[in-house]
């Protein structure tokens, strides 16, 4: 049976899409001297926050990196939410005893932020950032990592994510992965990745689950 529910978060859950957009071409104008164009955001898309500011600029990466963050924090609130449909998915999860986690690439600090601001700390069990591993997304450490510490095995568990590192990530862990139809990133570009699942609307991750049961049944 599936009792575990592992989540990307940035992409998944909250809708950090045009915060991140925004500073990745306020910065890639200021620090190389043009805008990204739609293959390079989606290229950095799901990346950790250094390696998007290695690919703007790798001289000045370590500058970078602490005025982005402070840029983020600013604004974060005004231009972020959480993807609909997604209040009502954890309602009823939380009515149906399942392990939730997180796994992202997104820093402690910029996780913990989005949950404060979605007020959804409260519902999972473990929460794995970058900061918490030595080996970011599309390694399997942190789904392993999360698994480890919610006591599942990977066959009860599924990971829900919204780009190629999540989906790669959970098939190395030997999780079921789910892609979100919500994702920035084109489907062209994830398929190849072979997702188990692909869900149109959070409330389909319980069809998904009661399909995989029925199965096992």
């Not at 950095?44 to 250094?50: A, E, F, I, N, V």
């Not at 959480?82 to 992202?104: H, N, T, Y």
């Not at 600090?109 to 473990?126: A, D, I, K, N, S």
Request: proline share 4%; glycine share 8%; charged share 25%.
């Amino acid at each position: 049976m599936i009792h575990t529910l592992i989540f990307d978060f940035d992409g998944t859950i909250i809708d950090t899409n045009l915060i991140i957009a925004k500073g990745l071409n306020v910065f890639a104008k200021a620090y190389r001297g043009s805008r990204l164009t739609e293959k390079e955001l989606e290229g950095l898309t799901g990346k950790p926050l250094y390696d998007q500011m290695t690919a703007l600029n790798p001289q000045r990466a370590d500058e970078m990196l602490p005025r982005f963050r402070a840029w983020y924090a600013k604004r974060h609130d005004t231009l972020t939410r959480a993807f609909q449909g997604i209040d009502e998915l954890f309602e009823d999860l939380g009515q149906c005893g399942f392990k939730l986690a997180i796994v992202s690439n997104n820093s402690r600090e910029g996780v913990h932020m989005g949950l404060r601001h979605l007020g959804m700390r409260h519902l999972f069990q473990t929460v794995i950032t970058c900061d918490d591993v030595q080996d970011k997304k599309p390694s399997p450490e942190g789904v392993q990592l999360a698994l480890k510490q919610l006591g599942s095995r990977p066959e009860e568990a599924l990971f829900i994510g919204d780009s190629a590192g999540d989906l790669i990530a959970s098939r190395r862990a030997g999780v079921a992965s789910v892609l979100v139809g919500w994702t920035s990133i084109s489907r062209e570009a994830l398929m190849p990745h072979q997702p188990d699942f692909v869900i149109e609307h959070p409330l389909e991750l319980l069809e998904v689950v009661s399909l995989i049961e029925a199965q096992i049944a």
